[in-house]
């Protein structure tokens, strides 16, 4: 069977699909790159090498004979293949007003024109909502969504998702962004640093779902050169080839566009806002888009904080899957592989299909090393902290007091030297910290449980402390009372408490309830 590929997002959907429909080793699958390709098409076949897929040239494979054609695209013409052809959509069904389009207008030609239209030319939908919209125009069949399914049944390993994207119990924001100049990305490129900003980051995680188009159109090095800040902030960047679909798992809540990404999280359950959904470029007649567009609309970086603080913090997460958006939930790939193994002319073995499985994520990302930390007291007892990583600048903070806390292992020397307080990586650190950080007025080191703060003057003040706590937070702590000139008290971060008095600190959970 041949699987024609033309982009880098039907390349990745459809190697997935064929990989979990056909194990079968009656069956041997060829790749190509079809014509005309998409603009988005550079290093394809590179991109197929690299996965060890077995590749037949476009020109080559116009010239055979095949059981079975797969492709995932709704807008060219393909008369050239003589082959029974099974045409899946490569997002959410065909619902944006260009997919439903071509297949009604260019599909046109391959449906009635061309070498092998006598043999079965099928349009797969995900819903029979779907199917009224394709009328009899052309052969179709309800199929379901088969990634959709992948990540409904894969709910149960959520906590596995969320220790891969290293969450702890920090609330996960994914935001997603489809390609093109009505996309979120286009509309607001700086939000990733801005949302960090304005996020605690001991509360929340942020993750960054990008469209495959974007990724090539710009190239992974401009991307992550974009993101530079977010990224030194904490930013988890999930690669296009895979992981996005287990990130929207773990994902408390999510802020997208019109892409497919926004509608699966949104079917999903998942809090949705939406940061630009063009109405008109989408297919009003289809229930999911109708659904899609009740979605909490926003237009700035602090929307997005304020609906994420809102819906994260709600006590528990309602798990929908609307009737009209998918047919056939569970079994999308039985039919699927059904549909596929009756044109081919072969039973289907009961062990070669497999439902899509989905892979841990494995973001781009790292682990911040200096932060503003706010400081505001919230009652006689309490203090509270909140810190936002140096990066993206302490904007989002409103506190009394700010200070930067840095370590010496920050390579963003201008951090070091701005710091109100460094905490020493190794004891080799004591001896040039007054040099390499002027403004600080204390450095903080910490081996096990013991800690230790030095003050300008050589001062050196002994703390018993947990030695799993978060070396950067009892800095920061130490480093304010020392400003307080008041080594007492009881400070919130996040869901933590840590209490200071006796040369000692310690630290406990807040309960849930409190």
């Not at 709910?155 to 489809?178: C, M, Q, Y």
């Not at 895979?242 to 929207?248: D, E, I, K, M, R």
């Amino acid at each position: 069977m041949l699987v024609m590929v033309r982009s880098p997002t039907t390349l990745v959907r459809s190697a997935d699909l064929a990989r979990h429909l056909f194990s079968d080793p009656r069956i041997q699958v060829l790749f190509t790159v079809s014509e005309p390709r998409s603009v988005f098409s550079n290093e394809l076949e590179l991109a197929i090498n690299k996965r060890g897929l077995p590749f037949v040239p476009w020109k080559n494979a116009v010239l055979e004979t095949y059981d079975l054609a797969l492709i995932e695209s709704a807008l060219d013409p393909l008369p050239e293949i003589k082959a029974p052809i099974i045409m899946l959509s490569h997002g959410v069904g065909h619902n944006s007003v260009r997919s439903v389009a071509g297949a009604n207008t260019a599909h046109s030609n391959w449906l009635d024109e061309g070498p092998g239209t006598n043999l079965p030319r099928i349009v797969g939908l995900i819903s029979e909502d779907e199917a009224r919209v394709f009328g009899d125009r052309c052969q179709t069949e309800v199929l379901g969504d088969p990634v959709f399914d992948s990540m409904f049944q894969a709910r149960h390993r959520r906590d596995e998702f969320r220790n891969a994207l290293d969450i702890g119990d920090r609330k996960l924001v994914a935001l997603s962004s489809t390609w093109g100049r009505l996309s979120a990305f286009s509309a607001r490129p700086q939000m990733f640093s801005e949302l960090l900003s304005l996020l605690p980051a001991d509360e929340f995680a942020i993750a960054a779902i990008l469209h495959p188009n974007i990724w090539m159109g710009h190239g992974p090095w401009q991307i992550e050169t974009w993101l530079r800040d977010a990224l030194a902030g904490g930013l988890k960047l999930i690669p296009f080839e895979s992981g996005w679909q287990a990130t929207l798992v773990a994902a408390d809540c999510l802020a997208g566009d019109h892409g497919s990404v926004s509608t699966y999280a949104s079917m999903l359950g998942t809090p949705t806002c939406l940061l630009s959904y063009p109405e008109d470029a989408l297919n009003g007649d289809l229930a999911i888009v109708q659904a899609m567009g009740s979605n909490k609309a926003v237009e700035t970086a602090r929307e997005i904080a304020e609906f994420a603080e809102t819906t994260c913090r709600q006590a528990s997460r309602a798990q929908k899957r609307p009737n009209a958006a998918f047919s056939y939930v569970g079994s999308s790939m039985e039919r699927l592989a059904e549909l596929a193994y009756r044109l081919i002319g072969l039973e289907p073995s009961s062990t070669a299909v497999l439902p899509l499985t989905l892979e841990p994520p494995i973001p781009r990302t790292c682990k911040p090393l200096s932060f503003w930390v706010g400081f505001t007291r919230i009652s006689d007892m309490i203090i509270d902290m909140r810190r936002t990583p140096s990066s993206v600048g302490p904007s989002g903070i409103r506190s009394d007091s700010t200070l930067l806390v840095a370590s010496s292992a920050e390579r963003n020397y201008r951090m070091v030297q701005s710091a109100s307080c460094l905490v020493l990586e190794n004891r080799d650190a004591a001896g040039w910290w007054q040099d390499a950080s002027p403004f600080a007025r204390c450095a903080y080191f910490q081996q096990g449980s013991s800690g230790q703060l030095s003050d300008r003057n050589g001062t050196q003040v002994p703390f018993k402390v947990p030695a799993h706590a978060d070396r950067n937070v009892l800095a920061a702590i130490l480093a304010y009372c020392l400003a307080q000139g008041d080594f007492r008290g009881t400070y919130r971060m996040g869901k933590t408490l840590y209490t200071v008095g006796e040369s000692v600190i310690r630290c406990a959970r807040i309960p849930e309830s409190g």
